[in-house]
Each structure stands twice: as C-alpha cells, then as structure tokens.
C-alpha cells in the first residue's frame, strides 16, 4: 500500500520525517531506500537512527565506501548499506553481507536496493525520495511492496 507523496522541505524537516518513521519500525524490518544521488537517503537514516535514542546520531554518515555502518543504543540497533558502488545484480552472500540482513534483532537499512539480485524480496518497506528541486524532496512509502511476474508494482489505489 503506498502513501500519498510527503513534501520535505530542507535539510530539518528530513531529519523529523526519520525521527518520525522510527517510532513504526520493528526488529527484523528491511527498509530500502531509492533514490537519486543526494536526494537524502543517508540523512533520512540518520533521522531514524536519532529517533530510535541512539546516544550520538551525529555519527551517521553515508556507507557508499564502507558499503556497511551499525549503529547500536538505541530501541533497536541500525544496520545501514549502501550498494551504489557494487555491480548489479548484488549478491549479499558474496559480498559477506548476508549476516547483516539476517540479524532478526535490528533493522536494516539497503540504498539502491534495486541492484540488489532478487529485489525487492525480503523488504518491508520501501521509500522512494526524490528531488524536484534542490532543498524540496518528496517521500513515497510502500508498505510490505509486492511485485507481479513482469516486475511491474503491485499496490492498491491511492486514496
């Protein structure tokens, strides 16, 4: 089931739109983010992570290198990837991230998800940011998204 489109506007209101996501998440939820290249997937993450308590949500930064972040003290741990510099299709078991996404006791966060060999299988919620102009984004929520046989989405109506 998708939302309607959620207008941000700037760098704060991003972070509250996070702060707010997190009070929904639950152990053991995949989130994938999509997105242009600084739409503001990373800072939406360090959102959530500040409003799931954790002591210093300063930390958050971008895995785009590190392919791989975990960020602990708060309600639940963050588990943060970042696939952009990986080929597609991404394999995680190869890539020696499968344990990550099997932690059923924190929440995992996959930017560019789409590179990602099976998408969108295993996800409970997918958010799309994008960026009609250079401090406006708009955040689209898919809840529990599902696929046909022609990889087209399948959801119900917006209301």
């Known amino acids: ?3 309607p489109d959620i207008p941000i506007e700037g760098v704060d209101a991003m ?3 996070g702060a707010a996501f997190a009070g929904r998440l639950q152990a053991g939820d995949r989130v994938y983010l999509q997105g242009p290249l600084g739409a503001g997937k990373t800072t939406f993450v360090r959102g959530v992570v500040r409003g799931l308590g954790h002591p210093d949500p300063r930390e958050v930064a ?3 290198f590190a392919l791989h972040h975990r960020y602990e003290g708060g309600r639940l741990p963050v588990d943060h990837l970042d696939l952009y510099r990986l080929p597609a299709p991404v394999d995680l078991f ?3 991230l499968d344990t990550v996404i099997e932690d059923r006791d924190a929440v995992t966060f996959i930017e560019w998800p789409e590179r990602l ?3 969108p299988a295993g996800a409970r919620w997918l958010l799309r940011i994008d960026a ?3 401090d406006r984004r708009t955040i689209t929520i898919d ?3 599902t696929f046909g046989a022609t990889g087209e989405r399948q959801h119900e109506p917006r209301p």
Request: charged share 15%; net charge negative.
């Open 15 to 17: 972070l509250l739109a």
């Open 117 to 119: 060999e099976g998408f």
């Open 143 to 145: 809840v529990a998204p």
């Open 62 to 64: 971008s895995p785009t």
């Open 132 to 134: 009609p102009s250079e």
């Open 94 to 96: 190869s890539e020696g």
């Open 1 to 3: 089931m998708f939302t």
